[in-house]
């Protein structure tokens, strides 16, 4: 593996990080290489690539570290949190390139640093699909088995690596750890360094959080457009770049509901797919709090941070309209909210499948499910009074029974499944070749919770 290493997070002050190797695996095996991203990085692999991602070898340049962060977890502060699975080893081009399940760091806690291959083909797919659907995202570059088996609450699974790169890997999380500890000299070194990296070297943290409140209003009204529920926005699991990161029990919906729940610890539904414009504003508050010791005049601070996270909730109702718009083929002009919410309304009684209904939208929406109902005729009528440019929606999502298919199959050692969804979620906006991948599930397929599994 060649690559031209930075490593600007390791010349940070010293409580924003611990220096670790990733932990070597037993037969390190090639599942899959995403060799347009590696050009774009200008990284170039070899016949031992997989030796490189499992870890077995560092690349040259690198210098690996594990992150400090905390986090709130459904809401409950937990102090110290950290990668606990994972090494950062460096950057290049700009881009952080992170190794997972790369084996137990000073913060793995009780957890054996390892993920099975379940989640990491998951992430691997999910993720490089929001990237061509056009939504930010961290990206996988290679995941590899270990040789290693792992204990999961399954039985013994097969391990398995992840190389995720990312334009950095800060979280809210990690404003909170320093914030928390009072350690103003590592929390301004902190805020130097994403502002430099993320938003235009700016030093002024009420610019940073107006920036981050409005990317992740427009983050998740996207997510919101494909039917996807992220599954555990805990604070952690925030980037403040506002890309979609740690994709765990996450999910594209099939018949929709405005408050669909996945995750099998999502207990409470705080995670709903319907609350997560406001559990993004709620984390948006963390972060604002979290920077609260970087200002002098705390009083005045606190009401100028209160409106600008209150601000989400204007940010997201245009973001979302200008995205269900588009969807349906709308102006982007308030007057077309009704119209959207008439529709999801008429989608939530019939529960027509999400990703279906929109695909087949522009082609003939009288054979929809939707249409069956009989509130359609009259919307479908102020639907064509007001209707503007096409209707712009993907054909191929990374559903849940596909990805669910594709991990069957690579247990069992059959790459098959996932290569061609990977494939056909390259081009997500056209009818895949194989037509199967447009299907909703069939009963049996269905996959109605989601784990962490981690
Ligand atoms: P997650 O739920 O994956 O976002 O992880 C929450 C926290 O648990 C992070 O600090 C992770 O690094 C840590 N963690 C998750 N899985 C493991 C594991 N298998 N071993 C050690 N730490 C883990
Ligand atoms: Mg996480």
């Known amino acids: ?213 409005e990317r992740q209003a427009k983050l998740v009204a996207q997510w919101m457009g494909l039917g996807f529920i992220h599954g555990v926005m805990n604070t952690d699991n925030s980037h403040v770049g506002g890309i979609t990161i740690d994709y765990g029990p996450c999910a594209f919906m099939d018949a929709f509901d405005p408050m669909r729940v996945f995750s099998s610890i999502d207990h409470t539904g705080r995670y709903a797919f319907g609350n997560q414009p406001k559990m993004a504003a709620w984390n948006m508050a963390q972060l604002a709090t979290a920077l609260l010791p970087l200002m002098d005049d705390r009083e005045a601070a606190i009401k100028d941070f209160t409106a600008i996270v209150h601000g989400f909730s204007a940010h997201f109702t245009a973001a979302y309209r200008s995205v269900y718009a588009a969807k349906l083929g709308l102006p982007d002009t308030p007057e077309s909210d009704a119209i959207i919410q008439d529709f999801m309304d008429i989608m939530a009684m019939t529960g027509a499948d999400f990703t279906q209904t929109f695909a087949g939208f522009a082609d003939n929406p009288e054979t929809l499910a939707v249409a069956q109902h009989p509130e359609f005729d009259g919307w479908f009528a102020r639907w064509r009074d007001h209707a503007g440019p096409a209707p712009k929606n993907p054909q191929v999502i990374p559903r849940n029974h596909f990805v669910q298919g594709a991990i069957d199959a690579a247990v069992t050692g059959d790459l098959g499944p996932f290569r061609a969804l990977w494939s056909a979620c390259k081009t997500p906006f056209q009818a895949p070749q194989d037509a199967a991948l447009i299907q909703p599930p069939v009963p049996e397929q269905i996959v109605s919770r989601t784990f962490c599994g981690t």
């Open 1 to 213: 593996m060649k690559a031209t290493f930075h490593n600007s997070y390791a010349t940070l002050p010293a409580p924003l990080f611990v220096r670790q190797n990733p932990v070597a695996v037993t037969a390190p095996k090639a599942l899959a290489l995403n060799t347009a991203l590696a050009d774009e990085l200008g990284i170039t692999f070899g016949d031992d690539w997989a030796d490189f991602i499992a870890g077995n070898k560092v690349p040259h340049g690198a210098d690996p570290i594990t992150q400090a962060y905390s986090g709130h977890q459904f809401g409950h502060w937990n102090p110290q949190l950290g990668d606990g699975r994972a090494v950062l080893l460096g950057e290049v081009s700009g881009m952080d390139i992170q190794l997972k399940g790369s084996g137990r760091t000073p913060w793995s806690r009780g957890g054996d640093g390892r993920a099975w291959i379940g989640p990491v083909l998951r992430e691997f797919v999910i993720s490089e699909a929001m990237h061509a659907l056009g939504v930010p995202t961290t990206r996988a570059l290679a995941m590899v088995e270990t040789g290693d088996q792992i204990l999961r609450e399954d039985g013994l699974l097969p391990g398995a690596v992840l190389a995720r790169v990312a334009p950095s890997h800060i979280r809210v999380g990690t404003f909170q750890y320093f914030s928390a500890r009072e350690d103003l000299a590592s929390l301004t070194a902190l805020f130097d360094h994403t502002a430099d990296r993320h938003f235009d070297g700016t030093r002024e943290p009420n610019v940073v959080l107006a920036e981050a409140v």
